[in-house]
């Protein structure tokens, strides 16, 4: 694939000031424009296309329509955005996080810091929002604002005696620990895409059918899928993770990329699910994708049209920032 041309999404001051135009994590599309989120925010944002560029911000706090577990003010790491049937979906990372060394660090720190691990509960949650246009309500007849989170509900929680994914649901997302990072829904399925951990070269995606929780108003529930409230499917991406997907025409793209802090590759892959929980050897290969050293990482894709893909990047390089508080993403042509 390859880079056609670069459209400005352009941020307010406040989110420029939250870092969210350099840590975007999630896009889609709608009639109007774009909805996107950072990962250090509990918020998500929408701008419209006009002059040939995304513009006119308009920002949503997802406490303002659900119940956070851990307050307005604690960031959810929203790692994936999902759009249908007139819903807007939020998925929080569900991770643990080992702090971060940075440059500067003194020997004592940096070890300290390595060996400190967080939970941080609006990372575990799940949000479904009525939208009325292009804009999220907390209640629209009888659709109103659901969250599935807390102890025991939230996904994190649900996976505690899976075989497979169980144990790395204590280790941070960075080190191939339980990592969200894609949200999509397709023909009624809802499916969740797990950057960590891999397991011997395969990837996890896991499908759930969310639904109203008629004894908690204003909280979501997981619906059994063969008896229990997930199912699980396997895709080999030879040793990548889910970084992103969305649907395309009758199946999905899956954006994939490294489950370390490393820089590609990366690549986008077609999938069609199928009714069963699958363990699919191959998947065809859309194209790969450009990366930087240490920057341009891409992190959310989106279909404009049938053959071209928006990107949004973590970490954009200096050449990506725009003058006037904005940052480039890349518009892909798909192969025919």
């Not at 006119?56 to 929203?78: K, N, S, W």
């Not at 929080?92 to 004592?108: E, I, N």
């Not at 941070?172 to 499916?191: C, H, Q, T, V």
């Not at 970084?243 to 990366?266: E, N, Q, Y």
């Amino acid at each position: 694939m390859f880079v056609e041309s670069q459209v400005e999404l352009r941020f307010d001051v406040s989110s420029r000031e939250a870092r969210t135009h350099i840590n975007l994590s999630a896009v889609r599309t709608d009639a109007l424009g774009l909805w996107l989120a950072g990962d250090e925010t509990a918020t998500v944002e929408h701008l419209t296309f006009r002059g040939g560029r995304f513009d006119d911000q308009r920002t949503f706090h997802l406490a303002d329509f659900v119940d956070l577990p851990a307050g307005r003010d604690e960031e959810a790491d929203i790692e994936g955005l999902g759009r249908a049937d007139g819903w807007l979906w939020a998925i929080g990372s569900h991770s643990l996080k080992r702090r971060r060394v940075k440059k500067g660090h003194p020997p004592h720190k940096a070890r300290r810091r390595l060996g400190s691990v967080v939970r941080e509960e609006n990372r575990y949650i799940l949000v479904r929002l009525p939208l009325v246009g292009a804009t999220p309500v907390r209640e629209d007849g009888s659709r109103r604002a659901e969250i599935l989170s807390g102890p025991g509900r939230n996904l994190a929680d649900l996976l505690a005696d899976d075989p497979h994914l169980a144990p790395f649901v204590s280790i941070p997302s960075k080190d191939n620990g339980l990592d969200i990072e894609g949200i999509a829904m397709l023909g009624g399925r809802l499916f969740v895409g797990l950057r960590g951990p891999v397991l011997r070269g395969w990837a996890a995606m896991l499908e759930i059918r969310p639904e109203s929780d008629p004894r908690r108003p204003g909280s979501l529930r997981l619906a059994p899928i063969d008896g229990r409230p997930y199912r699980t499917h396997f895709l080999n991406l030879g040793g990548l993770g889910v970084r992103d997907m969305c649907p395309h025409r009758d199946g999905m793209l899956i954006l994939a990329g490294p489950t370390m802090s490393l820089d590609g590759p990366v690549r986008v892959l077609r999938w069609d699910p199928e009714d069963e929980p699958s363990v699919r050897h191959e998947l065809d290969l859309v194209g790969d994708l450009p990366h930087g050293n240490g920057n341009d990482h891409p992190e959310g894709i989106t279909v404009l049209d049938g053959e071209r893909l928006l990107v949004v990047h973590d970490s954009p390089s200096e050449a990506r920032l725009t003058p006037e508080g904005g940052v480039l993403a890349d518009i892909v042509r798909m192969p025919r």
